[in-house]
């Protein structure tokens, strides 16, 4: 494994030289455990997956269906406000951007942010125009396997730093919520579960900006 060539140290060095490390982060080769809560028991029979909001026609998914709809994957840097950051992580999943490219979904012109709707009613709030990016992925594989229950499973949104995309705005990793059940898109912002705890609605990662 690349941790027992490299030393924490030395990898973390590489990064910041490459100017992947954002200001007051450090490079972790463990993926660290993070919520609110406990983690919810997935059942394929009742899961559903919805949109919801402003858009032309609300769905529900099942998880079959959840699983035909267009997949992408995407390699990507994640950082976490309480200061760590995991780089090269592979996401597979599906993007909001190609389910409006594919027809699937209609947004709505009033439609301007988005809120993910996980399990046990956990909420995080992001501008729809960060939702279209590359670095938002609502990912069902980590590093080509299934997410770990702890991480997610079955479904969980991720937002995170694309190397050599630096005109995307890169959001803390809190923006994306775990055990994911559905996307309400809205006209006016609405801040989720951190957000109203004193983190930073906007959260951008180079700026900083850890809490309001
Ligand atoms: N449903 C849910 N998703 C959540 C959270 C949570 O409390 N509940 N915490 C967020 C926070 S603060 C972080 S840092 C990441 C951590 O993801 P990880 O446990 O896979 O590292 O999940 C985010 N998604
Ligand atoms: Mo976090």
Known sequence: MLKSVFGRREQEEQVRQEGRLPPGQ????KFPVLHYGPVPRFSPATWD???LGEVEEEKRWNWEEFNQLPRTKVVMDIHCVTRWSKFDTEWEGVTVRALIDAGIIKLKPTA???VEHAEYGYTTNLPLSVVLQ???IMATHFNGEPLEPDH???LRG???HIVGKNDLIDPYFWKGAKWLRGLEFLAEDRPGF???AGY???ADIWKEERFG
């Open 194 to 196: 951190w957000e109203r």
């Open 26 to 29: 450090s490079l972790t080769q």
């Open 49 to 51: 997956f919805r949109i």
């Open 158 to 160: 991720v937002v995170g």
């Open 152 to 154: 997610g499973y079955p």
């Open 200 to 202: 930073h609605n906007e």
């Open 112 to 114: 301007r942010y988005v």
């Open 134 to 136: 590359d670095n938002f």
